[in-house]
């Protein structure tokens, strides 16, 4: 950190996701001078994640000299206009009753503020990507689950229940008896999904072992039909959805982030085609792109909206 930008306010930025959690040093324009990550201890409650997060804080806060303001916070679930997380899937055991705002608050001692992950990052490219400024745009998110955000007039669109670009819990074209994350069958995130990915490559492969994500975009890229065939598949799946919810929203924008960006136009322009062959023609001068700050998106944007919070606007301002 420069001595320039110990005069300027900073605040952090953490983003809370089913595998990882990323933490980093923002300021006002949104560019992050210091990052760090770790691993999300999902399966050991919630006390242990907030712990996680207290930990990077630390971290970040003594090569800071400790001059941050205060703290923003994109996690996974619905996240309630106070902070609580109000329901989760089951990525993160017992998230859902989850004080997010006062858990980090009493540890970190600061401001703190909360919104779901996938809400942080559609702020991030909104306040801070190449479409700044955007009144318009579909925001959605592809990495240990899917999520989405409509967002009109520059705001992001809550809901009556919080749950407004559900995208992922969407139905699917394919009948499967598949569990998605939510509990019920054959969603969209259940096959669309890294997680949903790994398993269409384990099921057409007969391997019981399994690889990674990774280990599949690697084969893909070296020519293996059926490594191939699974990316392209999840593709056309979350293709189809996002052309449902371009007929509903018209956003004339959607940015694809997530932890997907990894595999870049691998899954991309399957994506793309897939898009464009189902959008009718009305629609079709829709532009769809990869998110301008790629996985860093829910970290900056939490941060940019604790800025906002020490500006004095509150979460009304930025939520419909
Ligand atoms: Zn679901």
New binding site residues.
Partial sequence: VTTSAIHERLVLGVDIGGTKILAGVIDRQGKSLLTVRGVTPANAGPEAILDAVGMLAVQLRSETSGLVSACGVGSAGTIGPTGIVLRA?DHVLDWAGTDVVAGLRSRLKLPTVAVNDVHAASFGELWAGDCKGTARMLFVAVGTGVGGAVIAGGRVLRGATGAAGSI??MPSRIARGRM?????LD?V??FASGPGMERTYREATEDDEGIGLTEIAALARGGDPTANSVIVDAAQILGDAIVTAVCLTDPGLVVVGGGVLGMAELFMTPLKNQIEKELPITLRATTVRAAFLGNEAAMVGAGLLAHRTLDGLGLDSVFT
């Avoid at 998605?180 to 019920?184: A, M, P, Q, W």
């Fill in positions: 899937t992922g819990h998605c994350s939510c509990g019920e969603h995130e259940a």
